[in-house]
């Protein structure tokens, strides 16, 4: 990206201010895997800009809102039902609307249960309860054996929960919690109410467009009359 607005700026004989590289980095997901070496990437992009831009410095501007906050954010939510339909299925009170990424992307989110330690483990679905069939926060995940009232973590939501929320269903955003340096729990936004699902339904209609006026309709006649002619 760096070369390719050297190269746009040296042809068209413009100066850039800034030059974006995107977005897109990656977070680890999974448990095992590494965190991307944002200064080793942040080195080779200086260094590009110094190879290919060696008169003038635009700025670099990206967008790693995902990098920033994914990590930090956890859905926190508690197993409400079991059942078994030729696989272990576990229910719990959240769903999509909360966090749409796996059910709709097929999108890898790690689920823990922190306060079931020394449980045996097998393979179970985490679902939701929205009544559709993607509303699955985890699918075949190992897991020690969910008991009813447990609590459920659903890791690493920090960029994709409320700001990609919905209420379908009548499904309303639960609040956001905020873990404060000093260890303090405050809450930075309350749990939606019917209240707010309603909020911008309008009891009384308000004209947008009228229909255009319909002609009059016309008289009916009896057998034998002859229709006036012009």
Do not use: W
Request: a neutral charge; proline letters at 9%.
């Amino acid at each position: 990206m760096i070369e390719l607005g050297a190269r746009i700026a040296e042809d068209v004989g413009i100066t850039f201010d800034y030059v974006n590289v995107g977005g897109g980095l990656g977070i680890p997901y999974r448990p095992d895997e590494r965190p991307f070496d944002f200064t080793a990437y942040a080195d080779a992009i200086l260094a590009a800009r110094r190879r290919f831009f060696p008169r003038t410095a635009p700025r670099i501007l990206m967008e790693c809102g995902r990098y920033v906050t994914g990590p930090h954010g956890v859905l926190v939510t508690r197993v409400v039902n079991r059942c078994r339909k030729n696989r272990e299925i576990v229910g719990v009170d959240a769903s999509m609307s909360a966090l749409m990424r796996p059910g709709f992307y097929g999108a890898y989110h790690h689920v823990s249960l922190p306060f079931a330690g020394g449980r045996p483990e097998a393979c179970y679905d985490v679902v939701g309860s929205l009544c559709e069939n993607m509303d699955k926060f985890a699918v075949d995940r190992t897991l020690p054996d969910p008991r009813i009232g447990d609590i459920a973590l659903v890791h690493d939501t920090g960029a994709h929960g409320h700001a990609m929320g919905f209420t379908y269903n009548g499904r309303l955003r639960p609040a956001e919690l905020l873990l404060t340096p000093d260890g303090d729990v405050v809450e930075i936004r309350r749990a939606e109410r019917y209240e707010d699902y309603v909020a911008t339904v309008r009891p009384q209609p308000v004209p947008v467009l009228s229909a255009p006026a319909r002609p009059a309709a016309r008289e009916p006649h009896t057998a034998g009359e002859q229709e006036p002619t012009a």
